[in-house]
T-cell receptor
């Protein structure tokens, strides 16, 4: 099956520093990747859609200057949390959409990474 | 963003019992998917449904795409302790919209 990796799995940083999280599709190409945020005991909330070779599309209420997204290749997207603050502490999960299509379906399955636990002190 | 209504919110069942959970939306979706998430991990795809009315099984799991395209259900038969986790539905159009989750506890 399709495998998506994330690095790091856990990160602790000081307030005011920036943190970069990588998302990689290991055995397939992903023209589109998605970044989610999940608070404890809550569902996944989409932050932004990352498109290879173009600017990311951010959901309403998500600051694009704070959460920088770069999708430089068909297998790698990065999320940088700039000037992190304690309220940014969360579980960040990426997913990748396989570029191959299933006949008759416009939407493809998304495969999720294992997540990154960010703690800002 | 939009979230789908998923119920029940939590379930505590005896090992061996069957489980049923469902997801409803006010909007139509082209694809319904069911995921399981273990603590500290990303969601893992269980079943994907692509056609209204479609009924699909994956081992002890069975899911159906509602005929109105606004709902879906997931059944787990003969539950076992490793079924413990949080189950999320997701409806897909251009992007995914996730359900609120069902937390399942299986008592041995």
């Amino acid at each position: 099956g399709a495998v998506v990796s994330q690095h790091p799995s856990r990160v602790i940083c000081k307030s005011g520093t920036s943190v970069k999280i990588e998302c990689r599709s290991l055995d397939f190409q992903a023209t589109t990747m998605f970044w989610y945020r999940q608070f404890p005991k809550q569902s996944l909330m989409l932050m932004a859609t990352s498109n290879e070779g173009s600017k990311a599309t951010y959901e309403q209420g998500v600051e694009k200057d704070k959460f920088l997204i770069n999708h430089a290749s068909l297998t790698l997207s990065t999320l940088t949390v700039t000037s992190a603050h304690p309220e940014d502490s969360s579980f960040y999960i990426c997913s990748a959409r396989d570029a191959r299509t299933r006949s008759g379906a416009l939407e493809n399955e998304q495969f999720f990474g294992p997540g990154t636990r960010l703690t800002v002190l | 963003g939009q979230q789908l209504n998923q119920s029940p919110q939590s379930m505590f069942i005896q090992e061996g019992e069957d489980v049923s959970m469902n997801c409803t939306s006010s909007s139509i979706f082209n694809t319904w998917l069911w995921y399981k998430q273990d603590p500290g991990e990303g969601p893992v795809l269980l079943i994907a449904l692509y056609k209204a009315g479609e009924l699909t099984s994956n081992g002890r799991l069975t899911a159906q795409f509602g005929i109105t395209r606004k709902d879906s259900f997931l059944n787990i038969s003969a539950s076992i302790p490793s079924d413990v986790g949080i189950y999320f539905c997701a409806g897909a159009r251009n992007q995914f919209y996730f359900g609120t989750g069902t937390s399942l506890t299986v008592i041995p």
